[in-house]
């Protein structure tokens, strides 16, 4: 009897190892599963100059590294944008990483640079780099001032950390497993396989209503003469007719389930537009008669009062005024490129829509219309 009940004892704990070893396993297996996914998707959203993911994984690589290495890591970029060569610190532990998806030797060198220009290393005596991407087999060496650590085992990638990972209790295996499905909502918007009614709903609303087959000569073109900043008067009303409507038209039919991704590139928009308003209210434009307009349209210049500043001054703040009207002006056009882009990726359906190509015509060279200030460019968002 003692016999059987050992062997029974015995095959319990047999049973209860290898389901410890599957449930493990599986939970390794979800874990690359995941992670890989994020990668390859960051790494498609890059080729098209999309980084606002690169700008969420921050955050979802800041917590995952706090459990994993037990830190207390906090996104810098919060508090002071874009802080140079780093994007995640522990003040208390001196610990600090730069989380990016360029594994180029000449990108971990120009990381290392800031980080000694900027004397980073008084608050922080450790360097690591995450890459998105695999991590090259790096002969070069990378030198520093010997004020803080860094080596070639400092660049981890995503493998490292599954490693790191896989050393773990399963216990905390099964957390880190559940917190990388919890977060992957960032990751929402999956362009090969979303294609739902309430996303498309909200683009062609936006398309139509924001008018921006217009913004290739409104926006790109007739504000950046030589002199003078000239808008459209109609322009400009149906950016407004566009953002009175905007809230009731998502908050009232089932757009409003859109993706997060979408939703917030068309806030990113609707940003930039509210900004064009304001920027033109402050001052009191002109008529303009000289732009040849054919369409019944009013164009309007940017007239900027500053009667009341001593007259050396002038030049300066007029020249200022008309460059921040500008720059909202080409901001408009690279977050609208930007949606087209993600339109075309996971809604085209075989049809592209064409990019807002950044063209500024020479008034000086009158008909010879293929003469530019600049380049022709589509403008994009930058990483």
């Given at each position: 009897?003692?016999?059987?009940?050992?062997?029974?004892?015995?095959?319990?704990?047999?049973?209860?190892?290898?389901?410890?070893?599957?449930?493990?396993?599986?939970?390794?297996?979800?874990?690359?599963?995941?992670?890989?996914?994020?990668?390859?998707?960051?790494?498609?959203?890059?080729?098209?100059?999309?980084?606002?993911?690169?700008?969420?994984?921050?955050?979802?690589?800041?917590?995952?590294?706090?459990?994993?290495?037990?830190?207390?890591?906090?996104?810098?970029?919060?508090?002071?944008?874009?802080?140079?060569?780093?994007?995640?610190?522990?003040?208390?532990?001196?610990?600090?990483?730069?989380?990016?998806?360029?594994?180029?030797?000449?990108?971990?060198?120009?990381?290392?640079?800031?980080?000694?220009?900027?004397?980073?290393?008084?608050?922080?005596?450790?360097?690591?780099?995450?890459?998105?991407?695999?991590?090259?087999?790096?002969?070069?060496?990378?030198?520093?001032n010997g004020k803080y650590k860094f080596s070639n085992q400092n660049i981890m990638d995503i493998d490292d950390l599954i490693l790191k990972i896989k050393s773990k209790s399963i216990h905390e295996i099964e957390q880190i497993s559940q917190f990388i499905k919890e977060n992957l909502i960032f990751l929402q918007f999956n362009p090969s396989i979303t294609t739902h009614t309430p996303d498309l709903n909200y683009l062609n609303f936006w398309f139509k209503e924001a008018c921006i087959d217009n913004f290739r000569y409104y926006c790109s073109r007739l504000p950046f003469g030589f002199y003078d900043v000239k808008y459209s008067y109609y322009f400009i009303e149906s950016l407004k007719s566009y953002l009175n409507k905007h809230d009731t038209f998502l908050n009232g039919t089932i757009s409003k389930n859109s993706n997060n991704l979408i939703k917030s590139k068309v806030s990113t928009f609707n940003n930039y537009a509210k900004a064009l308003l304001t920027a033109i209210d402050k001052h009191t434009s002109k008529q303009d008669i000289t732009t040849n307009n054919n369409d019944g349209d009013i164009i309007l210049t940017y007239?900027?009062?500053?009667?009341?500043?001593?007259?050396?001054?002038?030049?300066?703040?007029?020249?200022?005024?008309?460059?921040?009207?500008?720059?909202?002006?080409?901001?408009?056009?690279?977050?609208?490129?930007?949606?087209?882009?993600?339109?075309?990726?996971?809604?085209?359906?075989?049809?592209?829509?064409?990019?807002?190509e950044f063209a500024q015509l020479n008034p000086n060279f009158g008909l010879l219309g293929d003469l530019y200030l600049i380049e022709p460019h589509y403008p994009k968002s930058e990483n």
């Open positions: 009897m003692n016999y059987i009940l050992m062997v029974l004892s015995l095959a319990v704990s047999l049973l209860k190892k290898e389901f410890i070893i599957y449930k493990e396993q599986k939970y390794i297996e979800d874990i690359v599963r995941n992670l890989s996914f994020i990668t390859t998707t960051i790494k498609r959203f890059n080729k098209l100059n999309l980084y606002d993911l690169n700008i969420h994984s921050e955050d979802f690589f800041c917590s995952l590294l706090n459990i994993v290495y037990n830190l207390n890591l906090t996104n810098l970029n919060i508090k002071d944008k874009n802080t140079p060569s780093i994007d995640l610190g522990d003040i208390d532990k001196k610990i600090c990483y730069q989380i990016t998806s360029t594994n180029d030797s000449s990108k971990i060198k120009k990381t290392i640079s800031k980080f000694e220009k900027y004397n980073l290393y008084n608050n922080f005596n450790e360097l690591f780099i995450l890459l998105l991407k695999n991590k090259k087999n790096y002969t070069t060496t990378f030198v520093i007239w900027i009062n500053c009667e009341n500043l001593p007259y050396h001054e002038r030049g300066n703040y007029i020249e200022n005024e008309k460059n921040n009207l500008r720059n909202i002006f080409y901001n408009l056009i690279k977050i609208s490129n930007d949606i087209i882009s993600v339109w075309n990726i996971g809604y085209n359906n075989g049809k592209q829509i064409s990019l807002i």
